[in-house]
């Protein structure tokens, strides 16, 4: 896909897209977990270096961040800053797509499309690094690139905050791959694209016996099993319907013997949630639920809750500059608005806190449709690539600080 950027970019992106396409491929053979993308750290920093970015390692303890463009405005003040944030680490998921270039770590796969990510964000400091050196007027701002590690464990954008990486930043754009989306297209919308996020951890504790005289115990599975339906039960009944709340366990660890009662289990899930004042009320109403829950079959209950993620709020006018930039390249009707937010979760909110931002859907589903993220079988088309490169170029290149609209 040829996109109609301006000139010298339009042929620089056509250029690089097969040196890009195997990059990518690279990335998706060789995945890293969360805090441990050194490999990929590396291989970025060398690619921002060799197209003349001023590159920072170790920010966030893995991540990298470079800059490009004027230190200085034309009036003599520093330049505004502008910044793009992509991530780069894997999941502990066993590939199951069959890709000729799939994972070669057993057990670890870019399921999430990272590895798309982190190539898009390689491709824009490429156009952009040739326009520096070529057309450096054309750069109006400063602009910052911010590869952040640990996503998947929600940890990698506040390490990099208290770097440094977004002090100064006055905009921030993000992009994520969306299956749901056909390749050629993307998803934008104002507002709450994300959900709030929690982690939750809950200790069933009952007293333990014979398999075979369960009476004269306290069986912590069974009661584990009333915790696990009743907190959906009471969620429905219990929660206002309009502010929707998702809890999902996802482990449930307990038990020695198949024939000895359980004394205790422990259960870790997540919680899911779109309104901030109901989210700051679900530690409390977990803790109570779950507690009644136990004393009312005779156990008791430890939990713990973690705030992973704040949910991602798009700012309007920075989703409506990507929305225009994504018209004029893909056609209008390539740009859809999403009437929806999603109940996942994303830690670029934690960069937002003290700048305007906002992220949009990137569709990579090819001619066949696509699996769903985090699964053994996802697989992007990689025709997503100068999509997600071409629309972040031109939004950048497009921004301007909010007191010099309109000027």
Not at 29 to 48: I, Y
Not at 88 to 110: F, I, K, N, W
Request: glycine residues 12%.
């Amino acid at each position: 896909m040829v996109l109609p950027l301006p000139s010298p970019l339009d042929q620089e992106l056509a250029a690089a897209l097969p040196e890009l396409v195997e990059l990518r491929r690279h990335l998706h053979r060789h995945p890293e977990l969360s805090g441990q993308e050194q490999q990929t750290a590396a291989l970025v920093a060398g690619e921002l270096r060799r197209w003349g970015w001023q590159v920072r390692e170790g920010v966030g303890r893995t991540g990298v961040l470079a800059e490009l463009g004027p230190q200085q405005s034309a009036d003599g003040n520093p330049a505004p800053i502008v910044a793009l944030r992509v991530d780069m680490d894997a999941l502990p998921v066993e590939e199951r797509t069959g890709l000729p270039y799939a994972s070669c770590h057993q057990g670890l796969m870019h399921a999430c499309g990272h590895d798309i990510h982190t190539t898009v964000g390689l491709g824009v400091a490429r156009l952009l690094g040739v326009l520096a050196a070529q057309a450096p007027e054309r750069l109006t701002a400063r602009v910052r690139l911010l590869f952040q590690p640990a996503e998947e464990t929600a940890e990698g954008a506040a390490w990099m905050k208290a770097d440094g990486a977004t002090d100064g930043v006055q905009a921030l754009f993000g992009v994520h791959v969306f299956p749901s989306l056909p390749v050629g297209s993307i998803g934008v919308r104002s507002g709450s694209l994300t959900a709030a996020a929690g982690e939750l951890e809950v200790e069933v504790l009952g007293e333990g016996g014979h398999g075979a005289r369960p009476h004269q115990s306290t069986d912590a599975i069974w009661i584990a099993a009333r915790v696990v339906s009743g907190l959906q039960e009471a969620i429905s009944r219990r929660l206002d319907a309009l502010h929707p709340v998702v809890v999902s366990f996802g482990r449930i660890e307990g038990g020695k013997a198949f024939n000895v009662i359980a004394d205790h289990v422990r259960l870790l899930g997540t919680v899911r949630c779109l309104d901030l004042d109901v989210h700051a009320q679900l530690p409390g109403w977990i803790e109570d639920t779950v507690q009644a829950l136990c004393r009312g079959h005779g156990g008791e209950a430890r939990v713990r809750y973690r705030v992973i993620s704040p949910p991602v709020h798009n700012d309007p006018a920075l989703t409506e500059l990507v929305a225009t930039a994504a018209g004029d390249l893909l056609g209008r009707e390539r740009v859809l608005w999403l009437e929806q937010p999603s109940l996942g979760a994303e830690d670029f909110a934690e960069l937002l806190a003290g700048t305007r931002g906002t992220m949009f859907r990137l569709g990579v589903a090819g001619p066949e449709g696509c699996s769903p993220l985090h699964s053994n079988t996802f697989a992007a088309d990689e025709g997503c690539l100068p999509v997600g490169i071409a629309v972040l170029t031109q939004a950048l290149l497009r921004w301007r600080p909010l007191a010099t609209v309109g000027s």
